[in-house]
């Protein structure tokens, strides 16, 4: 061959090598080449790769016992492979896996996280008013002038002290002739009383006579000394004097006046009780023992003007606190009275304080703005004392529905659902594989998982 020819035939080899073409006689391919390539690369990362820590170790062993329902009781049987979960395309684990395998530098990892035993809650979050345990509105219907305020918003006041002190001069006046009218229907129905009395005994006296006249008459008559008509003059005497006695009201043997003078002196005893409790009422009097938090009055002021139907004065138990929150119905079956809620607010200045259930009303209701849905009223009491929270602001209440203590938990992104059955990612041999777990208690951004 000549060297032209030489020449030619090497070139065409080496140009049928670059452009990756098999060429007769050449004992090894591309494809070999790249996997012997491929499999020194990943003989020389194992063996610069630094040997896991104990942790690691111990953390593969649990994920291991739990993965296969040992629970730890099976420490002696013989693990299968390293596992380790993937937080959707991120790896629960220690260190960092690379997702799609390979030397390159430039392909993604996903970074690991751990599962942790912790405790773990589920709470639920509702925001509401803060109020007092009681409250009252006290309001006045006297067209009465306000003479007197001798309190202020925010005194502590007792049941039955003074409000406010209103101008009772024409109630005296109408006491005075209620008390008149009273007195009056009262001597008037004694007097009737009297006159029943006399006019019963009168008509029971003639009622004998004309009884005894009548005998002797008809004696006389069955005789013969008599005529008819002395008879039926005799009967007919009788008979009046039975229709008089009759006429009388007659109670335990005794005559009485008629029912119209009792009912008199009735309404005049209403009329009179009524003035009565309307002069009282010029001292208006707080009804409970709390705090004075609204004045919506002020002097020469008449009582019952007050502007936007407002009540004269609002008053407050503000020694024990509540809030009144809307649960709703797709939540108020994990609510219970006596679970515990954690309260914040603004005003506690990232402080927290201790609350409870104390009722659930037994009635949902709308929950307003268009929606379908429906909320139940529930209270939530402070049970902490002498706290920052006054009544009148809006806080926070977290209520603990479930709660676990040394639970596995991971991010609730860590666990998907596939078919309906829940999965976890985990890494073995370098693959991703689904697990299928079990879920407990979700909490706010972590996930209990059981065997």
Excluded: W
Excluded at 348 to 372: A, F
Excluded at 373 to 383: D, Q, Y
Aim: aromatic fraction near 2%.
């Amino acid at each position: 061959m000549r060297h032209d020819d030489r020449m030619n035939e090497t070139e065409g080899k080496a140009l049928a090598q670059g452009q990756g073409m098999n060429v007769p006689g050449e004992t090894e391919t591309r494809e070999e080449a790249e996997m012997s390539r491929e499999k020194g690369q990943d003989a020389e990362e194992k063996k610069a790769a630094p040997e896991a820590p104990q942790e690691d170790a111990a953390f593969d062993q649990q994920l291991e016992e739990m993965m296969n329902g040992t629970g730890g009781k099976k420490a002696g049987k013989k693990k299968r492979g390293k596992k380790k979960f993937l937080l959707a395309a991120a790896v629960l684990g220690i260190g960092a896996v690379k997702v799609l395998g390979g030397s390159e530098p430039s392909l993604p990892t996903a970074a690991t996280v751990t599962p942790v035993r912790k405790e773990i809650q589920n709470r639920l979050s509702v925001s509401g008013p803060v109020s007092g345990t009681d409250s009252v509105d006290v309001v006045s219907n006297l067209h009465a002038e306000v003479l007197e305020i001798p309190v202020k918003e925010g005194d502590k006041v007792t049941k039955g002290q003074i409000l406010a002190v209103l101008d009772d001069t024409d109630l005296k006046k109408e006491v005075a002739m209620a008390k008149n009218d009273y007195d009056l229907a009262v001597s008037t129905c004694a007097e009737q009383d009297r006159d029943a009395r006399n006019g019963y005994a009168k008509a029971v006296q003639d009622l004998k006579t004309a009884q005894d006249n009548y005998n002797r008459t008809k004696v006389l008559y069955d005789s013969g000394d008599v005529p008819l008509v002395d008879l039926e003059t005799a009967e007919n005497g009788l008979n009046d004097a039975k229709r008089q006695a009759a006429s009388y009201e007659v109670k335990n043997g005794q005559a009485v006046a008629g029912d119209s003078y009792r009912l008199q002196v009735e309404k005049a005893r209403f009329e009179y009780e009524k003035k009565q409790e309307q002069l009282a009422d010029t001292q208006i009097t707080s009804p409970i023992d709390g705090t004075v938090v609204r004045v919506n009055t002020k002097v020469g002021r008449f009582a019952d003007s007050v502007e936007d139907s407002e009540p004269l004065f609002i008053i407050e138990n503000l020694d024990v606190l509540e809030m009144e929150i809307k649960v709703s119905e797709y939540s108020i079956g994990k609510v219970a009275v006596g679970q515990e809620a954690e309260i914040s607010a603004d005003i506690l200045d990232g402080e927290t304080v201790r609350g409870q259930v104390v009722s659930i009303s037994p009635t949902g209701e709308e929950k307003g703005g268009g929606s379908t849905e429906r909320v139940i009223p529930t209270k939530v009491r402070i049970m902490d004392e002498n706290t920052k929270l006054i009544a009148g602001i809006t806080a926070k209440a977290q209520i603990v529905l479930e709660e676990k203590e040394d639970a596995l938990t991971v991010p609730v992104a860590a666990v998907t659902e596939r078919n309906g059955v829940s999965m976890v990612l985990a890494v073995k041999d370098g693959m991703i594989h689904e697990v299928p777990v079990q879920t407990g208690i979700e909490g706010d951004v972590e996930l209990e998982i059981l065997p």
